[in-house]
């Protein structure tokens, strides 16, 4: 049901929406407008560039729409396709869902062609946007309730091909702390994630978390924009200078052991920070009474060791909140 006033094939810089329709009280023709900006020059491969999938991650959208503004299309060899605020309706709400059906775009995928305003974008991305594309970074952060040790996720994958061109993409990027992951699940494990139909429309995929707490977290957004600028200079598509890389640490959180939750109601006092080393059994933080203060707290230990990558914004918690994880270092 989505339209654009873009083509994506046409020579040049366009900046234009993608426009989902959007009839309503106040705007009876109306559509909600999706940012997107296209450069399209040469023969070279495609890339995605995609921020905003959740509303309130701003690392993203500030690094693309800031390489939007400096491409001089007449560098680029290939197409570049830009949305920094792909949730635009949740952007605009500065939510991490959108506020038109609640629902959470990487939660969405494939989508659905006359569905709710989210699953209209996830189902424009699959039909419209993954055929067009070689390859695909998706720039996210821990939103308003997580903040992250800025860090790329790269897919792990058993195809030795697949995992010889996602360690030229990894290279490139050149992020100090990589976490290798399962792309095709959520760590929830279900699988309507972009990641997946990225996989199934045999797009090469990056993603990454780049700070969160509902601000701009300004070393991982050096980062980001660092690893974008790199990839898009290894696929031949825009020639950068850029800073030499330096040491990589990779990570899994495979082990659910990493991860720590709230088992009830109260505000949470943490016990460790970002980037610290935990060993096993370690604690996690205090889960205070909010009636009763003089009640001795909770504490809330992580089963499993690593370094910390995601600590929780909030105070307050409830049953089933996360706490924070941790990831494992793997060796060099
Ligand atoms: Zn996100």
Redesign the pocket.
């Known amino acids: 049901m989505i339209s654009t006033n873009i083509d994506y094939d046409r020579p040049g810089a366009q900046f234009g929406t993608l426009r989902l329709p959007n009839s309503v009280h106040r705007s009876a023709y109306g559509h909600i407008a999706i940012p997107v900006a296209v450069f399209v020059n040469g023969s070279g491969p495609t890339v995605l560039l995609t921020g905003g999938?959740?509303g309130d991650?701003y690392e993203g959208p500030v690094a693309l729409s800031r390489l939007a503004r400096e491409i001089d299309v007449a560098d680029v060899n290939g197409r570049i396709i830009i949305l920094p605020t792909l949730n635009h309706p949740a952007f605009v709400a500065g939510t991490?869902t959108s506020p038109t059906d609640g629902i959470n775009l990487?939660r969405t995928f494939p989508g659905k062609q006359d569905g709710t305003a989210t699953e209209m974008i996830a189902h424009y991305v699959t039909t419209e946007l993954l055929p067009r594309t070689d390859c695909l970074i998706d720039l996210?952060?821990g939103?308003s309730s997580l903040q992250y040790m800025p860090a790329l996720l790269a897919p792990r994958w058993s195809d030795p091909d697949k995992t010889a061109r996602t360690e030229a993409l990894v290279a490139a990027f050149a992020a100090e702390n990589v976490i290798y992951f399962d792309s095709v699940r959520a760590l929830s494990g279900e699988d309507r994630v972009l990641g997946n139909y990225a996989n199934r429309h045999n797009v090469d995929f990056l993603t990454g978390e780049f700070g969160g707490g509902s601000t701009v977290n300004v070393a991982g957004l050096a980062v980001a924009e660092r690893g974008v600028r790199g990839v898009l200079a290894h696929l031949g598509i825009l020639p950068t200078r850029l800073p030499p890389a330096g040491p990589v640490r990779r990570l899994v959180m495979d082990d659910p052991g990493l991860f720590a939750f709230a088992d009830r109601r109260g505000y949470f006092e943490p016990k460790f920070v970002l980037g610290q080393s935990l060993e096993a059994g370690a604690l996690a933080g205090l889960i205070h009474d909010i009636d009763i203060p003089w009640a001795d707290p909770v504490p809330v230990h992580f089963r499993a060791g690593g370094v910390a990558m995601c600590i929780r914004t909030y105070s307050l918690v409830e049953a089933g909140d996360c706490l924070g994880h941790l990831a494992t270092v793997l060796p060099t």
């Open positions: 999938v959740h991650e991490r990487n996210h952060a939103g």
